[in-house]
C-alpha cells in the first residue's frame, strides 16, 4: 500500500528555488530516512507532505489521496523537534501530557506501555532525560492509533544513552507494530544502521534505497561535499 506518493514535486519562495522535480513513494511498513544537509530542502518537504504549503507544481498523495483535499489526518502522528516544544515550567506529569489530548484512559495505558513509559508515568516532564521526553512526544503521536508517524530531528540535543533505547522504540514500532516512519536527520551515520531505506534530498532526490549505498563515497559527496565521510556502523 502506497501511504505517500510524491510525482514530480517542484517549490520555490518567490524566486528561490528549493526543491526540484521530487518524485518519491513511501510504502506501508517503510521505515525511511530523510537526510540532507542544511538547506537541502528537508523541512520544506515535510512542509508540502502535511499540507502546510502549496507546491509550484506536482503533486503529493497521502494515502492516495491528494494533500490538498486530505481529512483524516488522524492517520498521520508527527513529532518535531525537543526544541521546539517548552512547558515553561509548568509542573504537568507524563500522565497528564497524555490525558491532555481527551482520549480514553486505556489508549493512554496502551502507549505508556508500548513506549515504555508506566514507571514514568507520574513524574513531571521536567524531570524527564531528553530522550525520555521525546518518549513521551511520541506516545502521544501514537494515541489516535496513525499508520504514520513523522519525526523531525527528534535526537537535537539527547544524549547517547536516551538516543540508544529512543531508536529501540521506533525499531520495536516499526518492525513489531507495523507502524510506518519517516524519520528526518542529519545523523547519517545512525541513519544508516537504523532504517530500512533512505531518501537522500539535495534540492533534488539524490537518492532512494538501501541505506548500505551511502557507504559509497560519491553519493555523500553529493549530499555534504568532498570532504564529508561516513563512519559505518553495524550491529
Request: hydrophobic content about 40%.
Amino acid at each position: 500500500m502506497k501511504i505517500i506518493e510524491i510525482k514530480h514535486l517542484n517549490f520555490a519562495y518567490q524566486r528561490e528555488k528549493v526543491l526540484t522535480d521530487i518524485s518519491l513513494t513511501v510504502r506501508s511498513g517503510d521505515f525511511l530516512g530523510l537526510i540532507g544537509q542544511n538547506g537541502s530542502g528537508k523541512s520544506t518537504l515535510l512542509k508540502l507532505l502535511l499540507g502546510l504549503l502549496k507546491p509550484k507544481s506536482g503533486e503529493v498523495l497521502l494515502f492516495g489521496q491528494r494533500v490538498e483535499s486530505f481529512k483524516d489526518w488522524s492517520q498521520i502522528g508527527y513529532v518535531a523537534q525537543k526544541s521546539n516544544f517548552s512547558s515553561n515550567g509548568f509542573p504537568v506529569t507524563v500522565y497528564e501530557v497524555l490525558r491532555m489530548t481527551g482520549v480514553a484512559t486505556e489508549e493512554i495505558e496502551r502507549v505508556l506501555a508500548l513506549s515504555s513509559l508506566q514507571s514514568k508515568k507520574d513524574r513531571l516532564l521536567t524531570e524527564l532525560s531528553g530522550g525520555q521526553q521525546q518518549r513521551v512526544f511520541i506516545a502521544r503521536a501514537l494515541l489516535n492509533r496513525p499508520k504514520l508517524l513523522i519525526l523531525d530531528e527528534p535526537t537535537v540535543g539527547v544524549d547517547g544513552n536516551s538516543q540508544i533505547k529512543f531508536y529501540e522504540l521506533l525499531r520495536k514500532l516499526n518492525q513489531e507494530e507495523q507502524l510506518t516512519i519517516i524519520l528526518v536527520s542529519h545523523e547519517i551515520d545512525i541513519i544508516a544502521r537504523e532504517v530500512s531505506k533512505v531518501a537522500c534530498i539535495n534540492q533534488s532526490l539524490v537518492y532512494h534505497g538501501h541505506p548500505k549505498e551511502l557507504l559509497e563515497d560519491n553519493l555523500i559527496e553529493k549530499l555534504y561535499g568532498q570532504h564529508h565521510r561516513l563512519i559505518a556502523h553495524t550491529h
